[in-house]
């Protein structure tokens, strides 16, 4: 199935339409985006992009600790079951690790086993060189009670080598790598069952990385209408950044442009256009100069 729905959309680019009610900007517009997916070639180097804007957070740290925990695979019948006791008991490890060291960044990642039910979390404990192994099985041992469910090690080396070890279990766990066809088991249970690729706790006092303040803000505000999917050919001719093409390839009446639109007029023109289309799909609304 995975491997069907890699092919249905590996080949496909998205469309999009707006129209936008400032005068300074044009009154149409039409983009086009690649299919992206977490099968799509390029999924690593975004996730990779996504981890080391940790870089800086990490460095403040010196001590670095790998829990592996694992479920038993006889206690569940289906994946639905083993991701929710294993979320279940690794959210209340996860509480508990936060009151006992406040200070701790944990970055985490789901790796399925070939049976497709068993699981391992991994996670990267940053800024402790030790837990006691049976304070950790207090909580995991509602999910499995062999004495090999929890293993620890130290990880050495600075922030980078320490990304980088994280980002070789993120890609076991829910990245496939061969591009001709999808043979990563973890990968795709990880898709069927809506996991994500990693995810990050960090201590109150450093909270959520700030974006860079000093961007300039785009006055524009258009209102993008997806309008469905072309092959990805079309794509790379440029014709999905044509407005005239958009309008003639999906049938759209387009109104004549008038500078004196309010953005109530565009909402209304926008809710037209989806009825004339017969979308039901999501207004899209952006401040970013496509």
Request: aromatic share 14%; glycine share 6%.
């Amino acid at each position: 199935m995975a491997n069907d729905y890699w092919e249905d959309t590996g080949d496909k680019a998205l469309v999009f339409f707006a129209m936008c009610w400032n005068p300074n900007c044009r009154p149409y517009r039409a983009m086009g985006l690649p299919y992206f997916n977490r099968f799509s070639p390029g999924y690593r180097s975004r996730v990779r992009k996504l981890i080391w804007r940790y870089l800086p957070i990490l460095m403040q740290y010196r001590y670095f600790l790998h829990i592996t925990l694992t479920i038993d695979p006889k206690n569940f019948v289906s994946q639905y079951d083993a991701k929710r006791s294993a979320e279940k008991a690794w959210n209340s490890l996860l509480t508990r690790l936060r009151k006992r060291y406040p200070w701790i960044v944990v970055i985490a990642t789901r790796e399925w086993q070939e049976n497709g039910i068993g699981i391992h979390i991994h996670a990267v404990i940053v800024g402790l060189a030790y837990i006691p192994k049976d304070w950790i099985m207090e909580t995991w041992n509602k999910v499995s009670e062999s004495g090999w469910a929890v293993e620890l090690r130290t990880v050495h080396g600075d922030a980078r080598s320490v990304l980088n070890y994280v980002l070789k279990y993120i890609t076991k766990s829910a990245i496939n790598v061969n591009t001709s066809r999808i043979d990563n088991v973890s990968a795709v249970v990880n898709w069927a069952v809506n996991g994500r690729a990693f995810s990050i706790s960090l201590p109150a006092r450093l909270g959520f990385i700030k974006n860079n303040s000093n961007r300039k803000t785009n006055p524009c505000c258009c209102r993008w209408l997806f309008l469905g999917y072309v092959p990805y050919h079309v794509y790379e001719q440029g014709l999905t950044s044509s407005v005239d093409w958009v309008v003639e390839y999906f049938g759209l009446d387009k109104p004549p442009p008038d500078s004196n639109k309010t953005e109530r007029d565009v909402g209304l023109e926008i809710e037209l256009l989806s009825l004339a289309c017969g979308l039901n799909e999501e207004v899209y609304k952006s401040e970013l100069d496509w």
